[in-house]
């Protein structure tokens, strides 16, 4: 199990490199100066090419790529082009906000998507189940920045009950974390069904039916065990991708996580950010899908890590 | 006139009366402003964006202030009272300062301040962004504890607007040299109505109330900035009461609150200022000729841009200047013609059109999009075919800033405003200097323009100025280096319980009246 560990971690250093690497050279093919962004309309050739040097943009590439990785293992992740900040400080400022919303929506999706899958598996075909099941596709194809928009239209504006941008209290977490759950809830439903549904015809299910147990028994300890493990995968994978920010509930609710956080450093082309940020979500990413490998150790007692 | 136009003027003339009915103000209440960025560093030096900077200078006041309402005198003072270039030698201008004021430190604002502050933008080791429109200073003395002589390379008319623009904001130089300039940004200090409190990154900016500025205490207790990056969430808080200011409100919305008085919204629209135009690449192919160029001109119905896309709250160019601008006259207009562009086009050698590419950065100003497609279709009914490229912003500017031997650029969307009103940044990048990467992306370079931008920035006689720039702006319109469309309009909103707020012709809220600026309730 340690062996197991010890290669996974070495294997998410190896990933972050070649982020970080890819991240950067990538950058550079893409057009815009972020020199020429931030100067004012009227700053002189002089002066852009002096901003440049300031940034350390004018070095060779592989220069720039060798400073950025002896920072790196200095823990230095560089410095912000447009604060002036630490790459670092800002990443921090904001990570615990995209985990907040990121768990939050995760955990409105899972409870109730999992619910919702639960009974359609148990009552394939009946009304509830289709009733879900349409629900459900509504949930996967709604595009979440009409259905936030509208959510803050109803709980913000007309009915004035709920804060319609910004963080900092439980209630401005509400609107954006049900706007990503219902999506979740709708992507989980759908594969617990699934899931369900198979583990439900299989020969060890009628057997406990056979010794007599009740349903719930059967369904909660027989049958969601044994389902579980796509529905496990399908959840870190959401969740994981949560963790990199969800750019259009955080950008329509004014949520200050890092998903936004990118996107605007994306724009300004605000290099040292860019590539802290892609190598946080890299390993972050990295490490959930570890968490969910060993859950399946957890879950499945037949997984053995060596 | 659009009746849109006309309820807006009414509405606000019966705001500005009703202010005058004598409600008295009161004192308290947290203002809270929507912006649509985070504000990327609280320090005028680092930051850039003029609505980031506006916010700036409610903690950090300019020595001079752009008369918000766009009209004469164009600079009104600010930290400093009066100014006059020297006679003896004219790159000397003497600014006499506002006595008795105090940094939010204690330090005391005097010329040594001044000089402190100036040189901290124009040394190159602060490396400050917008270094080059400050790089005409050569010298800052201190003259006595409140007169300050600024001399600069050549004799500089527009000095004393040049001195408003926003980048540049007095800062106290105990305070600057205690934390050092990198620093400086995690507590300022400067002499304006409001202090700093925080600045919680990506959430909110908080000011307070000082309780010992120079014109008295503010109304306001506080004012609170958010950033809601999408304009219908900004609109929506808004409207739910979260915010009480929202910048750059789309027309339609504009309409809405003008016509459901209940929703307790008021629509402002200080005058315009930037230059919405379709910039033609001068030295490319068929633009080489200005027969082309004007036929371009006279093919587009800017009247019908400006009803139909913008509802009338703005008027079509006319000048290369905008109408808030010194020296501004309505140069030329190009009326809408299309059998005198076809005409043109015929004579210049291309009866039957030709193809062209646009490229634009959508988003970035306000019904971009619906401009250029108009624009097109204009264009397609006296033959000329436009292939419209839509880019990312950077990725467009990194193409608009290409040099002449590596640009691919015929044709782009863009928009120029003009913070100081004064033709020196104004009409100053007609001219050859300013070739990508300067702002000249139409490789635009008439010698006679030339000698006129430099004789015009030594004038020491302002009428004389005038009438340098008023040719200036004829030689730019005949030329025709551009489609001259319209200047766009500035339309924002605020809930009906605030009061006396100004947003100047700059886009910034006005450092000065945001003192008087209450809260209802």
Redesign the interface.
């Given at each position: 199990m340690l062996g197991y560990l010890v290669n996974r971690l070495l294997f998410t250093v190896f990933v972050a490199l070649g982020i970080s690497f890819f991240a950067f050279v990538l950058l550079h093919f893409i057009p815009g100066d972020p020199a020429q962004l931030l100067a004012d309309q009227w700053a002189t050739k002089e002066h852009i090419e002096a901003l440049r040097k300031q940034w350390g943009l004018d070095k060779p590439l592989f220069t720039q790529f060798a400073i950025f990785m002896m920072n790196l293992c200095r823990g230095n992740l560089g410095t912000s082009i447009a604060s002036g900040r630490p790459v670092a400080q800002e990443i921090v400022a904001r990570l615990p906000n995209t985990m907040i919303l990121a768990l939050a929506g995760t955990l409105i999706g899972v409870v109730s998507g999992l619910g919702a899958g639960i009974l359609s598996g148990c009552r394939p075909y009946s009304l509830q189940d289709e009733l879900t099941m349409f629900l459900a596709l509504f949930g996967v194809s709604l595009p979440p920045f009409w259905f936030g928009l509208m959510l803050m239209w109803l709980f913000a504006v007309k009915w004035r009950v709920l804060p319609s941008s910004g963080a900092g209290t439980l209630a401005h977490l509400v609107l954006p974390a049900f706007t990503l759950g219902i999506g979740i809830a709708a992507v989980i439903a759908r594969q617990t069904r699934a899931s369900m549904l198979d583990v439900l015809r299989q020969p060890y299910i009628v057997t406990a039916y056979a010794k007599g147990l009740k349903e719930s028994v059967v369904v909660c300890q027989h049958a969601l065990r044994n389902a579980l493990i796509p529905i496990i995968t399908v959840t870190g994978l959401i969740f994981g991708r949560l963790l990199g920010g969800s750019v259009v509930v955080e950008t329509v609710f004014g949520w200050p996580g890092l998903g936004r956080f990118l996107v605007e450093a994306i724009f300004t082309r605000d290099y040292p950010v860019i590539r802290g940020a892609l190598l946080i979500f890299g390993l972050t990413f990295a490490f959930v899908n570890l968490i969910v490998d060993l859950t399946y150790g957890v879950i499945d007692p037949r997984i053995k890590y060596a | 006139m659009s009746w849109l136009k006309i309820v807006v003027t009414l509405c606000l003339t019966a705001s500005l009366g009703l202010g005058a009915l004598g409600e008295a103000p009161r004192y308290g209440g947290t203002l809270i402003i929507g912006l649509g960025?985070?504000i990327?560093?609280f320090d005028a030096v680092?930051c850039?964006g003029i609505p980031n900077l506006g916010i700036i200078h409610l903690v950090s006041q300019g020595l001079t202030v752009i008369n918000p309402t766009g009209g004469e005198p164009k600079v009104l003072p600010g930290l400093a009272v009066a100014w006059e270039q020297s006679s003896d030698d004219p790159r000397v201008w003497i600014f006499h300062l506002r006595q008795g004021v105090k940094f939010h430190d204690g330090t005391p604002f005097n010329a040594e301040a001044v000089k402190f502050n100036i040189e901290r933008m124009i040394d190159?080791a602060t490396?400050a962004?917008?270094?080059?429109?400050f790089?005409m200073i050569q010298a800052v003395e201190v003259v006595d504890e409140y007169t300050v002589k600024i001399i600069t390379d050549v004799p500089f008319a527009a000095l004393p607007a040049q001195l408003a623009y926003a980048?540049l904001a007095m800062d106290s130089p105990t305070q600057v040299q205690k934390l050092g300039n990198?620093n400086y940004?995690t507590d300022p200090k400067g002499t304006g109505p409001f202090k700093f409190v925080h600045h919680?990154?990506?959430?909110?900016v908080l000011l307070v109330a000082n309780e010992e500025y120079w014109d008295g205490r503010p109304y306001l207790d506080a004012i609170r900035v958010?950033?809601?990056?999408?304009t219908?969430?900004r609109l929506?808080?808004l409207?739910?009461?979260?915010i009480h200011v929202a910048y750059h409100v789309p027309p339609r919305d504009a309409k809405r609150y003008i016509e459901h008085p209940e929703l307790g919204i008021t629509v402002l629209t200080p005058p315009p200022q930037r230059r919405m135009f379709i910039g033609l690449n001068v030295q490319w192919g068929p633009f080489k000729d200005v027969r082309v160029r004007q036929a371009l001109n006279y093919a587009v119905d800017k009247e019908a841009i400006v009803e139909n896309i913008f509802m009338g709250l703005t008027k079509p160019m006319d000048s290369p200047l905008p109408p808030t601008s010194l020296c501004y006259v309505p140069a030329k207009y190009y009326e809408y013609n299309p059998g005198e562009a076809k005409r043109l086009l015929a004579e210049a050698g291309y009866p039957d059109g030709f193809e062209v590419t646009l490229y634009y950065g959508p988003g970035r100003y306000l019904l971009d999009t619906e401009v250029v497609e108009a624009v097109q279709a204009y264009l397609a009914q006296v033959g000329i075919k436009v292939k419209v490229v839509p880019l990312?912003?950077?990725?467009f500017?990194?193409?608009l800033?290409k040099s002449l031997e590596e640009t691919d650029v015929q044709m782009f969307f863009i928009g120029?405003?003009l913070p100081t009103l004064d033709p020196e940044?104004g009409i100053?990048?007609f001219s050859k200097n300013a070739w990508p990467?300067?702002?000249n992306s139409m490789f635009y370079f008439n010698p006679e323009v030339e000698e006129l931008i430099v004789q015009q920035r030594a004038a020491t006689d302002p009428s004389q100025r005038c009438q340098i720039v008023r040719k200036i702006q004829e030689l730019v319109m005949e030329d025709a280096p551009f489609i001259a469309l319209y200047y766009e309009p500035q339309i924002h909103a605020v809930r009906n319980e605030v009061r006396d707020l100004v947003i100047s012709v700059t886009e910034q809220i006005d450092e000065l009246r945001i003192r008087y600026t209450w809260l209802e309730k």
């Open positions: - | 960025t985070d990327p560093i680092y850039s190159p490396g962004l917008a270094r080059s429109s790089a980048p990198k940004y919680i990154r990506g959430q909110e958010k950033p809601i990056p999408d219908a969430s929506m808080a409207e739910a009461g979260d990312e912003w950077a990725a500017q990194a193409k800033r120029w405003g940044l100053g990048p990467p300067g702002l």
